[in-house]
C-alpha cells in the first residue's frame, strides 16, 4: 500500500529538524543582543545631549557686562601716586556735597538713592518661565469647578 519508512529515516529528520531550530534560536539572540545594544548606545547619547543642555548657560550672559567695556574702564597699568589719591579725594568730597545739598535727598534719602540706582543701574530682564503642563491645569480646573458648583448650591 504505502512507503515503509524505516527508524533511521525518522531519527534523520528530527536530527535536521532540531538542528534548523537551534541555528534559528543563536540567529534570534544575536539580533537580540545587538538591538539592545543600539538602544543602550541611543540611551547613552541622550543622557549626553541631556546633559549638554543643562550646561547651555547663553541666556545668563546677555544679562552680563560686555567684556570689552569693563577692559577699557579700568585699564591695567594704573598707578596709584598721592596726586591721583588727592584728586580722587577731591572730586569725592565735592560730590558727597552736592548730594548731601540735593533737596530730594534731604527730604528721603532712601527713596533718592533707589530712584538714583534705578536710573544708573542697567535693567536685566529675567527669563520667563514655561507654561505649567496642560493635565495640571485640568486638575486645578476640576477642582476650581467643584469648588464653584457647591458654593452656587450653598447661595440658592
Request: one cysteine or more; glycine letters at 4%; a positive charge.
Amino acid at each position: 500500500m504505502g512507503k515503509t519508512s524505516s527508524r533511521k529515516d525518522k531519527t534523520k529528520h528530527a536530527d535536521q529538524k532540531f538542528e534548523k531550530k537551534l541555528e534559528f534560536y543563536s540567529k534570534v539572540r544575536e539580533t537580540v543582543a545587538l538591538g539592545a545594544q543600539k538602544a543602550i548606545k541611543k540611551k547613552r547619547i541622550r543622557t549626553r545631549q541631556k546633559k549638554l543642555k543643562a550646561y547651555n548657560l547663553s541666556s545668563l550672559a546677555e544679562c552680563l557686562p560686555d567684556l570689552e567695556s569693563s577692559k577699557r574702564e579700568t585699564p591695567a597699568d594704573f598707578k596709584v601716586t598721592t596726586k591721583s589719591k588727592q584728586k580722587l579725594v577731591m572730586k569725592e568730597t565735592n560730590q558727597l556735597k552736592t548730594v548731601l545739598n540735593n533737596p530730594a535727598f534731604q527730604a528721603d534719602p532712601l527713596a533718592a538713592l533707589h530712584q538714583h540706582l534705578q536710573n544708573t543701574q542697567p535693567v536685566c530682564e529675567k527669563p520667563t518661565r514655561k507654561s505649567v503642563t496642560g493635565k495640571k491645569k485640568n486638575k486645578k480646573k476640576k477642582k476650581g469647578s467643584k469648588a464653584s458648583t457647591g458654593s452656587q448650591s450653598m447661595e440658592e
